[in-house]
């Protein structure tokens, strides 16, 4: 039995492991909240071609090489939506499926989000940009309207942060 490779490129290699197939991760990945000074959430209205859906999510990407998972946040948020923020808080990191993947991404709250361009990549699936009140982000994803599991996790990782700021 053992390992075999079934596939494999630049982010990924897909393998069985007796008989049980896994994704390796091989690029980290960062996921950032940005809040705006005006404490509004930026959400991207995103197709997902695997879900055949659109899907609410925040921002995230895969590491460049030699990048730093602050580096990817930052490079991710400018280049996704057009924004930057003014620092990064660190909420930790998150497995998105420790039965399936192996990956680990860092997730962050970018603080005092400002438009630095009018670039949003529609490319990548982005329909829009969704700017909403901190209490309309927790109950969307209270009623199942976001159902991304990054988006999740950051926004229960941030509420302390993001209740402290909303006062």
Do not use: W
Not at 10 to 23: A, G, Q, S, T
Not at 141 to 150: K, L
């Amino acid at each position: 039995m053992g390992i075999k490779t079934l596939f494999e490129n630049k982010y990924y290699r897909v393998f069985l492991n007796n008989d049980i197939l896994r994704l390796h991760c091989l690029k980290p990945g960062a996921a950032v909240i940005p809040i705006t000074e005006d404490k509004k959430i930026i959400l991207l209205d995103i197709k997902r071609d695997t879900l055949n859906a659109n899907t609410i999510e925040i921002v995230r990407g895969f590491s460049e090489d030699g990048e730093s998972p602050e580096q990817t946040a930052k490079r991710e948020l400018l280049e996704e939506t057009g924004y930057s923020c003014e620092r990064l808080i660190s909420l930790g990191y998150v497995y998105p499926d420790t039965g399936l993947i192996i990956n680990k991404v860092k997730l962050f709250l970018g603080i005092n989000a400002y438009k630095e361009s009018d670039k949003i990549s529609y490319d990548e699936g982005i329909s829009k940009l969704l700017f909403k009140n901190i209490e309309e982000v927790y109950q969307m994803a209270f009623n199942g309207i976001i159902n991304d599991s990054f988006t999740i996790c950051s926004l229960f990782r941030a509420m302390n942060y993001i209740d402290f700021i909303s006062k």
